[in-house]
């Protein structure tokens, strides 16, 4: 079916809301499935992936717990927990099983279209966070799936894995780095564009662009009418199950279809934002990922990277994220998003936070009072001869972290993703934020057991489940001689082997 810009099925199998890299990867494991499956896409943009999956509203690292310092934690001892390093790597692992089934079976491009190999590093000095890294790197690098880390504090070294950085650099104090080469480089959004381009020429399959929700009601028979507007004009339409996948907004359309699993959450939006560099003599001089440690108050998503990032086949730096704040739930969004979704489920979690992060409050107040000098003054602690004039400012996404009600009633931050099924698995929902797209296949493999359990219980849909991720139904927490084998064919295939 060639692309619809306008809205003709009144009833489908599966809604999915927003065109990001959600929705396009539910859309795409369902059709591989089932092909007959009737399904609509709604997107309230004029194309796909344009809010947070976009190229440039991202920092686009395949996360896999590689250089990212917030996905470990020190023990009181000093030692180092890498539990949740390893659920994340494994995840990531997922994402490449699938994307290479999709290239292989060319119903993706070629993978230099959308990932590349780029180091992925941690960077830390002074005496006690070298220590850390030196721990992170013992506790790692004894797990299989982190083998091939290195450690190192030489600065001839050090000044071959990072020239831009280590030039000019005061050695008086400790530094220290680790390194993976076969990180990534992620283009998300051509991801989601491919994909998408490939439901569209599927039957059965409807994309509607420039079309908002406006409402979910729940029928007694099971089915949902969503109401769906777009250049003024509304219809609704059943759907057997609804996905909403649509970001920041996906809140706000939870509370809409009043699910008792929807109440309690509340959301607190970070926004983001880049300094750039696109100066040929200096990116030509820079290959990596380079991921330092977050600043006491600073959210996950504020730890600061330098990073090589190429989109379209053109290479930048990137240094940031900085983070401010904004009542918006999407970069394209209302000021009034978040006093709208106050609600009285939430209310009392949302003050509870708010009262209780008062460090994070300071630290974003900080970050919106910074000048272009400010910012170039944080780069130089990365890159000590930054130039203010060779950078320039760019706006990210938008992020809203979930506030969670536990069973006190108490409210807490989470940084994480979280995915919501209803009992009768009619509608699910993605919250949050880190890790996001990198390890979106197995959250939307996760949606499918919760949504879709019987028919994923069929030999027919074990079997094809098998073909897309080979691991799917085993563990590669568990079993780490799968997760080598199989990295070693997702690497030859996507071409991320150094």
């Given at each position: 079916m060639t692309r619809r810009n306008y809205m003709s099925s009144n009833s489908v199998d599966v809604l999915l809301v927003g065109g990001g890299a959600m929705s396009t990867t539910l859309g795409m494991l369902l059709k591989q499935l089932d092909p007959s499956m009737t399904m609509m896409m709604v997107e309230r943009l004029s194309g796909i992936a344009k809010e947070s999956t976009d190229g440039w509203n991202n920092a686009g690292t395949g996360h896999a717990a590689y250089c990212e310092l917030n996905y470990t934690s020190e023990n009181n001892d000093g030692s180092v927990n890498i539990d949740k390093a390893v659920k994340i790597n494994a995840a990531f692992e997922i994402s490449l099983q699938f994307w290479s089934y999709l290239v292989e079976q060319g119903l993706m491009p070629a993978s230099k279209e959308f990932i590349h190999r780029v180091p992925h590093q941690s960077f830390v000095w002074g005496e006690r966070n070298v220590a850390m890294l030196k721990a992170r790197h013992a506790a790692m690098s004894a797990h299989p799936a982190f083998k091939e880390m290195q450690y190192t504090e030489d600065l001839q070294t050090l000044k071959e894995w990072m020239p831009l950085v280590m030039n000019n650099r005061d050695n008086s104090e400790p530094l220290a780095a680790t390194r993976v080469e076969h990180g990534s480089d992620v283009n998300f959004g051509a991801i989601a564009r491919n994909?998408?381009?490939?439901?569209?020429?599927?039957?059965?399959?409807?994309?509607?662009?420039?079309?908002?929700?406006?409402?979910?009601?729940?029928?007694?028979?099971?089915?949902?009418?969503?109401?769906?507007?777009?250049?003024?004009?509304?219809?609704?339409?059943?759907?057997?199950?609804?996905?909403?996948?649509?970001?920041?907004?996906?809140?706000?359309?939870?509370?809409?279809?009043?699910?008792?699993?929807?109440?309690?959450?509340?959301?607190?939006?970070?926004?983001?934002?880049?300094?750039?560099?696109?100066?040929?003599?200096?990116v030509d001089q820079h290959f990596a990922k380079v991921y330092g440690a977050a600043p006491i108050g600073a959210p996950p998503m504020s730890v600061p990277h330098l990073d090589t990032r190429i989109i379209d086949g053109k290479k930048a730096i990137l240094f940031g994220p900085f983070a401010g704040f904004t009542t918006k739930f999407l970069k394209t969004g209302s000021f009034f998003d978040l006093p709208k979704s106050i609600q009285f489920d939430n209310i009392k979690p949302m003050l509870n936070v708010g009262k209780n992060n008062m460090d994070l409050t300071r630290y974003l107040i900080s970050e919106v009072m910074q000048s272009h000098k400010d910012r170039c003054k944080s780069l130089r602690q990365f890159f000590p001869d930054a130039q203010d004039k060779d950078w320039e400012l760019a706006y990210a996404g938008q992020r809203v972290q979930i506030i969670k009600k536990d069973e006190n009633g108490v409210g807490s931050l989470q940084f994480g993703t979280e995915s919501i099924a209803t009992e009768d698995g009619s509608l699910a929902a993605l919250l949050g934020a880190s890790p996001g797209a990198s390890t979106t296949v197995d959250t939307m493999i996760g949606i499918l057991k919760r949504c879709f359990h019987d028919r994923l219980e069929t030999p027919e849909w074990q079997t094809k489940m098998k073909e897309m991720v080979?691991?799917?139904?085993?563990?590669?927490?568990?079993?780490?001689?799968?997760?080598?084998?199989?990295?070693?064919?997702?690497?030859?295939?996507?071409?991320?082997?150094?």
């Open positions: 994909m998408s381009k490939h439901l569209e020429s599927l039957e059965n399959f409807e994309l509607s662009l420039e079309t908002e929700v406006k409402d979910l009601k729940k029928r007694a028979d099971g089915r949902w009418d969503v109401t769906i507007e777009q250049n003024g004009s509304r219809k609704v339409v059943s759907a057997k199950f609804v996905f909403l996948g649509a970001g920041g907004g996906a809140l706000p359309l939870l509370q809409k279809a009043e699910v008792k699993e929807g109440k309690g959450f509340g959301g607190f939006p970070v926004s983001g934002q880049w300094l750039v560099c696109e100066k040929t003599d200096l080979p691991s799917y139904g085993e563990s590669l927490v568990d079993d780490t001689d799968l997760l080598l084998s199989i990295r070693e064919h997702t690497l030859e295939t996507l071409h991320l082997k150094p």
